[in-house]
């Protein structure tokens, strides 16, 4: 097989609660307001003001950034998820028709639109709360590919990341009122893209990583497969394991090493720094086609 690269990092946010969204209540189902720019990233919206909700009518009663479009994503604290600006109401001046609609009136509060918080490095989201079990947050954006993602994370009481990496996030929501504040930020952990072995094929795997500047990092494999034909699991749920070579579990320096077995899937985990870690993988007995 030709050799495969995949690489993680360097980041430039170790990790912050707040990198997505700042502390904030949600009396109401719905959206949570994104604001802050992740460190090392950028943040992009194409309209921000102030308003308020009745129904499936937005009054803008002051506008700082840009204007509102019709097909815009709107976002405020408390609006449905997937929420847009269908058009104007023709009945009064600075008012929007919604889809879908508030479920319940939203007093002044502060709305943005078509918002894009582009992270520092494709990586886990992290939900500071302290939901009991029973609620929900689902998280939408991007990965690596620019492919569109979500993922729904249950309520247990305490912080929740996701098991996606995300290269952008467009819209958190919440499944039913939070008790307390809720933020949106980012864990210090990031992974590699997924490197896919040939399960028929004869041979070993050979892997070697590579360290540029302080990262501690940790070689994961799986047998759970998204692409099987008969028992596909999906990229939220699939289970990551250590390697088996426990000088890859943990380390912070050069390793080589050698899989007398094939594993479906591998990434790199990088656990903890701020440098990148380089892992090429070569299967033999492969021959591309």
């Known amino acids: 097989m030709r050799p495969i690269t995949v690489t993680v990092g360097p980041v430039t946010n170790p990790g ?38 009745a129904g499936d009518l937005l009054t803008i009663t002051a506008s700082t950034v840009g204007a509102l479009t019709t097909g815009a994503r709107l976002m405020a604290n408390g609006l449905p998820p997937n929420c847009v600006i269908v058009g104007p109401d023709q009945d009064a001046p600075n008012t929007w028709i919604i889809n879908p609609p508030a479920p319940a009136p939203l007093a002044t509060r502060q709305f943005r639109a078509n918002v894009v918080s582009t992270l520092d490095v494709p990586r886990e989201v992290l939900i500071t709360n302290t939901e009991a079990a029973g609620n929900s947050f689902t998280v939408y954006g991007t990965n690596e590919d620019g492919q569109p993602i ?9 912080n929740l990341t996701t098991a996606l990496n995300f290269a952008t996030v467009n819209q958190v929501t919440i499944a039913a009122p939070a008790l307390a504040n809720v933020s949106v930020g980012t864990t210090s952990q990031a992974e590699s893209r997924w490197v896919n072995f040939d399960p028929w094929a004869y041979g070993n795997v050979s892997y070697q990583v590579d360290v540029q500047g302080v990262a501690n990092y940790t070689v994961q494999i799986t047998n759970d ?17 250590p390697d088996p070579n426990a000088g890859m579990v943990g380390a912070s320096t050069p390793q080589f090493a050698v899989w007398q077995f094939i594993p479906l899937w591998a990434r790199v985990l990088l656990n903890s720094g701020a440098g990148a870690v380089t892992a090429t993988f070569v299967q033999t007995g492969v021959v591309n086609r």
């Open 225 to 241: 497969d998204p692409m099987s034909p008969t028992n596909p699991v999906p990229p939220d749920l699939v289970t990551w394991l």
């Open 16 to 53: 912050s609660a707040t990198a997505i969204g700042n502390a904030q209540g949600a009396a109401v189902a719905g959206q949570l307001l994104l604001a802050p720019t992740p460190p090392g990233g950028s943040y992009a919206q194409s309209f921000q003001g102030t308003g308020s909700v």
């Open 150 to 158: 979500q993922e729904t994370l249950a309520t247990n009481g305490g």
